[in-house]
Nanobody, 127 residues
Framework: LLQLTQSGGGSVQIGGSLRLSCVAS????????MAWFRQAPGKEREAVAF????????MYADHVNGRFFISRDNAKQTLWLQMDDLKVDDTGTYYC????????????????????WGQGTQVTVSS
């Protein structure tokens, strides 16, 4: 079973920082494009950030650009999301996701293209 196992998250106050991790197992991580998505209660899942297979191309949703940073280490089969200057609106369940098909532009930030998902981790930002 192809698997993504997430860790990190938790509760933090406005302006704080958190780092999420996502470890891939049972598939060749280096061949997959990776992304982070999040879902707030009562809302649809939305993209947060994307990174290509070798980590040289990344994209961010407007609402996190400049505050969040996506990175990966293919040797460790690990993806990270560094989240700084957190806001209440960043609260939600965060998911890492993998796809083995090429994407460009906004397509890389659409959930339907991803075929492997992590279990989700809760991030709560409070005032």
């Amino acid at each position: 079973l192809l698997q993504l196992t997430q860790s990190g998250g938790g509760s933090v106050q406005i302006g704080g920082s958190l780092r999420l991790s996502c470890v891939a197992s049972r598939f060749s991580f280096v061949s997959y494009y990776m992304a982070w998505f999040r879902q707030a209660p009562g809302k649809e899942r939305e993209a947060v950030a994307f990174i290509n297979t070798v980590g040289v191309r990344s994209m961010y949703a407007d609402h996190v650009n400049g505050r969040f940073f996506i990175s990966r280490d293919n040797a460790k089969q690990t993806l990270w999301l560094q989240m700084d200057d957190l806001k209440v609106d960043d609260t939600g369940t965060y998911y890492c996701a993998a796809r083995d098909t090429y994407c460009e532009g906004d397509d890389c930030l659409k959930a339907h293209g991803y075929n492997i998902w992590g279990q989700g981790t809760q991030v709560t930002v409070s005032s």
